[in-house]
């Protein structure tokens, strides 16, 4: 195993340096070291700002455009709630305005 890395890095090394010759690599040896210096001068906090703007406008858009919209929904009838909350049998539903009918018949 060890010599099997050996020679893959040797064979490696030999690829390397007949694709990117050593000005090359040098330069971007170079290049690697000012971007990685440029990063650590700037500070960790940049984002903040740019975050706080995003959350206001944020909720200034809710505040503005009032998701809520208090949209009113129809009420439902009574008869309509007993249907759905009764666990008698649907046939006495289908008649419910026979039963009706009967009892203001007696009333009168």
Do not use: C, H
Not at 47 to 74: C, I, M, R, Y
Not at 97 to 104: G, P, Q
Request: hydrophobic share 45%; no cysteine.
């Amino acid at each position: 195993m060890n010599e099997d890395d050996s020679i893959g890095q040797k064979i490696k090394q030999t690829l390397d340096r007949q694709v990117v010759s050593d000005e090359a690599r040098n330069a971007l040896r170079n290049a690697r070291v000012t971007a990685l210096a440029d990063d650590a001068r700037r500070p960790s906090w940049a984002w903040k700002p740019v975050a706080f703007a995003s959350l206001l406008l944020f909720f200034g858009a809710v505040l503005v455009f009032d998701v809520s919209n208090e949209t009113e929904f129809p009420a439902a009838d009574i008869e309509d709630l007993a249907v759905i909350s009764s666990e008698d049998e649907l046939e006495f539903f289908e008649e419910l305005e026979f039963y009706i009918w009967v009892e203001e018949d007696q009333k009168v």
